[in-house]
């Protein structure tokens, strides 16, 4: 199986830390949006989406590339986000990404989340929130997800 992790992290690297230990798992590339194409995806079998959340939101820059998709990419899909807070059931922003990775014709095998420092204001008045996460249960976490995202390899046919 060949994987990818594209991921945005830009403000204390939580997310760049749980996209590494996935793509030891997975034996994949950690590439932010901009360095590859929408026509590159189709060189994989499994394509991972990460970013920290703002605004209750994925990173624009990883929407964005998101929406660039062309329709009818092939292959499966999945979608991890770090943040300070749980996400709240009035704004669902991971199944709503994860709806239109399915639009451009992804398979989404599954989500991730973590808690992860968090300084957005008004967070930031206070020092910020969730201060030394992801931990290493929430990596242990993130270890774990990838695993379960592993298909075997399958025997040579005959």
Same mark, same amino acid.
């Given at each position: ?6 991921? #945005?992290?830009?403000?204390? !690297? ?12 997975? !034996?994949? $590339?950690?590439?932010?949006? %901009? ?25 624009? @820059?990883? $929407? /964005?590339?998101?929406?660039?998709? =062309?329709?009818?990419?092939? %292959? ?5 986000? #770090?943040?300070?807070?749980? /996400?709240? *059931?009035? $704004? @669902?922003?991971? @199944? ?8 451009? %014709? ?15 204001? *008004?967070?930031?008045?206070? !020092?910020?929130? $969730? ?18 995202? @592993?298909? *075997?390899?399958? =025997?040579?046919?005959?």
């Amino acid at each position: 199986m060949k994987a990818l992790i594209v991921c #945005t992290s830009v403000s204390h !690297g939580n997310t760049e830390q749980v996209a590494d230990v996935m793509a030891e798992v997975l !034996g994949a $590339r950690v590439v932010e949006p %901009g360095e590859v194409t929408p026509a590159d995806l189709a060189a994989y079998d499994l394509v991972g989406f990460g970013s920290g959340i703002f605004n209750m939101n994925f990173h624009p @820059r990883l $929407r /964005e590339f998101a929406g660039s998709l =062309p329709s009818g990419q092939q %292959g499966s899909a999945f979608v991890f986000a #770090t943040s300070g807070l749980p /996400e709240p *059931p009035f $704004r @669902r922003y991971t @199944r709503a990404f994860a709806h239109q990775l399915e639009s451009k %014709g992804f398979e989404v095998v599954g989500t991730f989340a973590c808690r992860a420092y968090d300084t957005w204001f *008004p967070f930031k008045l206070v !020092g910020g929130i $969730r201060k030394g996460q992801p931990d290493a249960a929430g990596l242990a976490a993130a270890r774990a997800f990838a695993e379960g995202l @592993r298909v *075997p390899d399958q =025997p040579a046919a005959d």
